[in-house]
């Protein structure tokens, strides 16, 4: 059974920097892997993913302030997010899945099939 566990969220001020990292396990194989935020009452946001070659997306609302990096044979994913802004304040889910091609700035969640319990994340100004 795929299990995701996610850990690192916390509260920091604006400019501030914070990393996510999500941890898989009961599976042996590699999957696109990513972030996703949401905030109450809208869908969930595509943040960033790697997928299974290790091919990274961004989002363009956090592009060249997030970073997605994967470790230990490929079932752990650090997100290490700086220069925070307030509208980044959300609780951010770790989500996986088989299909690579989901793998994208602009991935949708209903297409992810395995998913984390979420860390807040909450960036005051």
């Known amino acids: 059974q795929v299990r995701l566990v996610e850990s690192g969220g916390g509260s920091v001020q604006s400019g501030g920097s914070l990393t996510l990292s999500c941890v898989g396990s009961?599976?042996?194989?590699?999957?696109?892997m990513g972030w996703f935020r949401q905030v109450p009452g809208k869908e969930h946001e595509a943040v960033a993913f790697?997928?299974?070659?290790?091919?990274?997306s961004y989002a363009d609302s956090v592009k060249g302030r997030f970073t997605i990096s994967q470790v230990n044979a490929k079932n752990t994913v650090h997100l290490q997010m700086y220069s925070l802004k307030s509208e980044d304040t959300a609780t951010y889910y770790c989500?996986?899945?088989?299909?690579?091609?989901?793998?994208?700035?602009?991935?949708?969640?209903?297409?992810?099939?395995?998913w984390g319990q979420g860390t807040q994340v909450t960036v005051s100004s």
């Open positions: 989500a996986a899945d088989e299909v690579d091609a989901y793998c994208s700035g602009s991935a949708s969640a209903t297409d992810f099939e395995y």
């Open positions: 009961g599976y042996d194989y590699t999957m696109c």
């Open positions: 790697i997928d299974s070659d290790g091919i990274i």
